[in-house]
């Protein structure tokens, strides 16, 4: 199948780190993405990695990858109100990205 | 901004009526990907063109067609519409099977 899971939503105090978790199933993808949604706008690159790696950091964004489980995870430290929005995994088959369902991030001070 | 436009920004139409979606990719990209979004689907792959082909085809009704043309500007086209065809509509372009896939801001359409 083509099924992306993520958690539907997630509530993090200010200034405390958030993780987002997301599986895969199509062991043959290259890349796997992380996109932000802000309410009413498009979806925004946040990063990558590629699936020959175990982790990459960025700034405040620590992606882990665990290829045998087909499971990914988007680390974000210092969370800020500035980050809450809808969180989305994909992974990259030939000639597309399947998407998850997304993750609501709610960051409360 | 990633590079990628779309027109119009809203749309509001009456069932039964046809629509066009326009799409710009970034300067370079020769990919543009067709994405619907809506509350209880999510984001759902329509259709994917690379340099004016089509290449493939994901849960695109028969009522909805797109092409891509020769200046790499990309149409979707969705007629006889429903209440139920009320969505974002996205358009992403990227490098063929580059890294990155950049997304425009979408058209929101409402059918009422």
């Known amino acids: 199948g083509e099924d992306v899971e993520q958690s539907l939503f997630l509530s993090v105090r200010e200034g405390d780190s958030s993780v987002i978790n997301c599986t895969y199933t199509?062991?043959?993808?290259?890349?796997l993405y992380w996109y932000k949604q802000e309410p009413g706008a498009g979806l925004q690159l946040l990063t990558y990695i590629f699936s020959n790696m175990d982790m990459k950091q960025d700034q405040r964004l620590t992606v882990l990858l665990n290829k045998k489980d087909k499971h990914l995870s988007l680390r974000i430290a210092d969370t800020q109100t500035g980050d809450s929005a809808i969180y989305f995994c994909?992974?990259?088959?030939?000639?597309?990205?399947?998407f998850g369902t997304g993750t609501r991030l709610q960051v409360f001070p | 901004d990633s590079g990628v436009t779309q027109t119009p920004k809203h749309l509001i139409t009456a069932t039964g009526q046809r629509v066009t979606l326009r799409c710009s990719p970034r300067s370079g990209d020769l990919s543009v990907y067709w994405y619907q979004q809506s509350l209880d689907q999510g984001l759902q792959f329509l259709i994917q063109?690379?340099?004016?082909?089509?290449?493939a085809k994901g849960n695109i009704l028969e009522r909805f067609s797109a092409q891509q043309f020769p200046d790499l500007h990309s149409e979707l086209n969705l007629s006889s519409l429903e209440l139920g065809d009320s969505a974002l509509y996205f358009c992403?372009?990227?490098?063929?099977?580059?890294?990155?896939?950049?997304f425009g801001q979408g058209t929101r359409l409402t059918v009422v």
């Open positions: 992403a372009s990227s490098v063929d099977r580059g890294t990155e896939a950049f």
């Open positions: 994909a992974e990259r088959t030939p000639y597309k990205l399947i």
């Open positions: 063109y690379y340099n004016g082909e089509e290449r």
């Open positions: 199509d062991s043959s993808s290259t890349y």
